[in-house]
């Protein structure tokens, strides 16, 4: 359920997915029998306007003006227990830079009776954009003695200018069920969805985070070789 473990669990997914052919969402569906689990992944799908897909490197995205698109999707249930979540975040790549804008990110969020809806989006829309930040930026830094990321430039965050277009949330109210708080949910689909729609967009993987522009490149190199 954490971000770590999402991300690894997520990715892996999707190249799965993408091994057998088979459109993202499916795959995910085909192996899953918990109804809420099943109603936020529908839930998000029909809000982002899903389409099936077999992502592979094939299909990626055609660029346009030195641009290519993907789109990613990516579910867990946090901490195995908790809040349900799925999420599909749609990517702008440059390859010539490595650089990655996300553009917009759906969410369906299933964390029992909600009790503040506004808190609660309020609360959904900061995670997706720290989220963001720590999957494409944050990442600390050492020597051999001392931490050196020790200011904004060492240590970078997203900007203002770099935060998604829009970020649409669909609440899964379940008044019959515990409240199970939305504290870091929203965090843990995020870096696996972007890191498959980078994979949509351009037919490569990047399997380490921060998803640094470097990091892309190298990717995009690698799957040329």
Same mark, same amino acid.
């Given at each position: 359920?954490?971000?770590?473990?999402?991300?690894?669990?997520?990715?892996?997914?999707?190249?799965?997915?993408?091994?057998?052919?088979?459109?993202?969402?499916?795959?995910?569906?085909?192996?899953?029998?918990?109804?809420?689990?099943?109603?936020?992944?529908?839930?998000?799908?029909?809000?982002?306007?899903?389409?099936?897909?077999?992502? #592979?490197?094939?299909? &990626?995205?055609?660029?346009?003006?030195?641009?290519?698109?993907?789109?990613?999707?990516?579910?867990?249930?946090?901490?195995?227990?908790?809040?349900?979540? #799925?999420?599909?975040?749609?990517?702008?790549?440059?390859?010539?830079?490595?650089?990655?804008?996300?553009?917009?990110?759906?969410?369906?969020?299933?964390?029992?009776?909600?009790? /503040?809806?506004?808190?609660?989006? /309020?609360?959904?829309?900061?995670?997706?954009?720290?989220?963001?930040?720590?999957?494409?930026?944050? #990442?600390?830094?050492?020597?051999?003695?001392?931490?050196?990321?020790?200011?904004?430039?060492?240590?970078?965050?997203?900007?203002?200018?770099?935060?998604?277009?829009?970020?649409?949330?669909?609440?899964?109210?379940?008044?019959?069920?515990?409240?199970?708080?939305?504290?870091?949910?929203?965090?843990?689909?995020?870096?696996?969805?972007? &890191?498959?729609?980078?994979?949509?967009?351009?037919?490569?993987?990047?399997?380490?985070?921060?998803l640094t522009p470097d990091?892309?490149?190298?990717?995009?190199?690698?799957?040329?070789?």
């Amino acid at each position: 359920g954490s971000p770590q473990n999402s991300f690894a669990n997520e990715s892996f997914m999707d190249e799965l997915a993408a091994a057998a052919g088979v459109d993202p969402i499916q795959m995910r569906r085909r192996h899953l029998s918990d109804a809420r689990a099943l109603a936020v992944i529908d839930a998000v799908a029909t809000r982002a306007g899903w389409t099936p897909r077999a992502s #592979a490197p094939d299909r &990626a995205g055609e660029a346009s003006n030195g641009v290519r698109k993907g789109r990613g999707f990516a579910y867990v249930q946090y901490d195995r227990t908790e809040a349900y979540v #799925a999420a599909v975040v749609d990517v702008d790549v440059r390859p010539d830079t490595g650089t990655v804008r996300v553009r917009r990110v759906r969410v369906a969020h299933d964390c029992g009776l909600i009790v /503040n809806p506004d808190g609660l989006r /309020n609360q959904i829309e900061g995670n997706v954009v720290q989220a963001i930040s720590r999957t494409l930026k944050e #990442a600390v830094r050492f020597d051999s003695t001392r931490v050196t990321s020790v200011d904004w430039n060492g240590y970078p965050i997203l900007r203002f200018s770099e935060i998604p277009d829009a970020i649409d949330i669909d609440l899964v109210d379940r008044p019959d069920q515990p409240s199970v708080g939305a504290g870091e949910a929203a965090t843990s689909p995020i870096p696996a969805a972007i &890191a498959n729609a980078i994979f949509d967009a351009t037919g490569s993987r990047v399997r380490q985070v921060p998803l640094t522009p470097d990091r892309v490149r190298e990717a995009l190199r690698a799957s040329k070789v």
